[in-house]
């Protein structure tokens, strides 16, 4: 009933996200994700709003960002059970933990994974930052990439929850033909939301083999509060009569309509 009262609403124009203006700040934090199809929507993981903020860089520069995890307290890596690793890490709800400790990553630039470059390897709790310092090579190609966590154990949760943004490399001064340059760009980021598979993963990342419970804030509203993935709400949720299958929005928003001229051409960056 949710998703025909959607679908029968007068489509939103597209609103791009917002371009970050230097210096670089992205903060990671609570942010509320729309779920018309459904009604109502979700607390999730992100950087204030679905997708995050657009950064453009252009090569040969330093692109420098501040990383604030301004996400509350949560259980660390050490909830996870690494005995359990040999089961393998897909569906595993034993290697989800850490979900409120992260970090940043540039997915698609060639550059380097040292230090405070592209480091996978580094996080930040709650309520810490980070300082990233990415050289971009000169001879870099000009592209249309994207940003988002790279925690271990987390990243799932995190990146498909909603914490993700482009990441535009310029293409260099008279590299495109001017007619190419010259035309208007179109942001659309699409993002897939996957409601059983963000409710499973908090409530394994809180719950499963803890022996223990911690209160679910994410990923819950009032038909799913508190969500314990039973065998009985999973085969429900997944694939009984109230199964919720995936669902794209484009910059956030569920079926949303672009206007643009008759006859004039656009760059659409996806």
């Known amino acids: 009933r949710a998703r025909d009262e959607a679908n029968a609403r007068e489509p939103e124009e597209l609103r791009e996200p917002e371009v970050l203006q230097k210096?670089?700040?992205?903060?990671l934090q609570?942010?509320?994700?729309?779920?018309?199809?459904?009604?109502?929507?979700f607390w999730t993981r992100a950087y204030g709003s679905i997708?995050?903020?657009t950064i453009r860089v252009k090569p040969g520069e330093l692109l420098e960002i501040e990383f604030e995890n301004a996400l509350g307290p949560g259980p660390g890596h050490?909830?996870?059970?690494?005995?359990?690793?040999?089961?393998?890490?897909a569906m595993n709800p034993?290697?989800?933990?850490?979900l409120n400790t992260s970090s940043l990553h540039t997915h698609g630039l060639h550059v380097h994974g040292n230090g405070n470059g592209d480091n996978v390897l580094r996080s930040a709790s709650?309520?810490?930052?980070?300082k990233y310092e990415i050289p971009v090579p000169k001879n870099h190609m000009g592209g249309t990439h994207w940003y988002h966590p790279?925690?271990?154990?987390a990243t799932a949760s995190q990146a498909g929850g909603g914490a993700h943004g482009a990441l535009i490399v310029d293409d260099p001064a008279e590299y495109l033909p001017k007619e190419v340059a010259d035309m208007p760009e179109k942001m659309l980021f699409l993002s897939l939301v996957n409601i059983p598979k963000m409710v499973r993963l908090e409530a394994w990342g809180l719950l499963k083999a803890k022996h223990e419970e911690t209160h679910q804030v994410l990923w819950k509203n009032d038909k799913y509060p508190d969500f314990k993935w039973t065998d009985d709400e999973s085969e429900d949720l997944e694939h009984g009569e109230s199964a919720i299958p995936p669902q794209l929005v484009v910059n956030g928003q569920y079926h949303p309509k672009m206007t643009i001229d008759e006859g004039k051409w656009y760059r659409l960056r996806m």
Do not use: F, R
């Not at 609570?30 to 929507?41: A, H, K, N, S």
């Not at 709650?126 to 980070?130: I, Y």
């Not at 790279?150 to 154990?153: E, G, L, P, Y």
């Open 126 to 130: 709650p309520g810490q930052s980070l």
């Open 30 to 41: 609570q942010t509320y994700l729309p779920t018309p199809w459904i009604g109502g929507g």
């Open 78 to 89: 050490s909830s996870c059970d690494i005995n359990m690793a040999e089961v393998g890490y």
């Open 150 to 153: 790279h925690v271990h154990h």
């Open 94 to 98: 034993s290697m989800i933990c850490a």
């Open 51 to 53: 997708p995050g903020p």
């Open 23 to 27: 210096p670089y700040k992205l903060k």
